[in-house]
């Protein structure tokens, strides 16, 4: 807005009244002084055209999917482990009495409790779930590859520097798996990444992610009608799945561990 003119004392309140900041009595007597007072007047329509002008949603911007994914790694990574607090009793007059008889059962209770919490306490979802779940997720309209390309030189540089690893990207085409790019996830609560591949109009991901165990053979699930695959090699847990049939989906694994 510009300067005041100083011919008029109340120009001022017509900020705060678009802001709704007057009472009803204020707001009406503003109103009343604004229908002779040409400044006043004249202040309200350029506040009014310059909010007209100012649209909100471009005042949001996403957060980047790799962003996101390194914040939450940090985050889990300096969390401090939560200690229960120690409760020290006197161990006299009463007390004494609890305690000798809590150590002619106190064995068998505390087994009880313990199997107890296993059975009631809520788990989390599996790693299998984690992956089907990403996914149902990715397969939504702009969310499967935030890197869309067929070759595996441009799609494995593009992980530099935003995960802790090099994840190594296969070029399947020759075995009618063709790679069409890649994406960052987060799973088993760190950030993974995920290469996309499609065999026909199946869309397959491979999640890839630093694994501690040595090569293993693939292993075969299923969660919501979608078929999972998984095996460890180089120092790498790998994850694929898919609407394909099982038995594609094994061959795109077996062929993924065949190339070099």
């Not at 900041?21 to 007047?41: F, I, K, N, Q, W």
């Not at 940090?74 to 161990?91: D, G, H, T, Y």
């Not at 935030?146 to 020759?174: E, M, N, Y």
């Amino acid at each position: 807005m510009r300067a005041a003119d100083p011919a008029c004392d109340k120009v001022l309140l017509v900020q705060a009244e678009l802001d709704g900041e007057l009472d009803a009595a204020a707001a009406a007597a503003l109103s009343a002084h604004r229908a002779t007072c040409p400044v006043c007047e004249a202040a309200a329509a350029e506040l009014t055209r310059a909010r007209a002008l100012i649209d909100p949603a471009a005042l949001r911007e996403r957060m980047p999917q790799d962003v996101r994914a390194r914040i939450l790694a940090s985050v889990a990574a300096v969390a401090p482990a939560r200690e229960p607090p120690q409760i020290s009793l006197p161990r006299s007059g009463v007390w004494q009495r609890w305690f000798s008889l809590f150590g002619s059962f106190g064995l068998g209770a505390a087994c009880t409790v313990a199997i107890a919490s296993l059975l009631i306490a809520p788990r989390g979802p599996s790693v299998a779930e984690q992956i089907v779940a990403s996914h149902i997720r990715a397969l939504q309209p702009g969310h499967l590859e935030d890197v869309a390309s067929t070759d595996q030189h441009t799609v494995k540089p593009w992980f530099d520097g935003r995960i802790d690893f090099a994840p190594p990207v296969k070029d399947l085409a020759a075995e009618q798996f063709p790679l069409k790019g890649g994406r960052l996830d987060y799973i088993a609560g760190r950030p993974v990444a995920a290469l996309v591949y499609q065999h026909r109009k199946h869309v397959i991901d491979l999640f890839i992610w630093p694994g501690q165990t040595g090569p293993t053979s693939p292993g075969s699930a299923e969660r919501q009608g979608y078929n999972i695959v998984h095996w460890s090699e180089s120092g790498m847990t790998l994850w694929a799945v898919s609407d394909l049939g099982a038995k594609e989906l094994r061959e795109f694994a077996d062929d993924w561990q065949r190339l070099p």
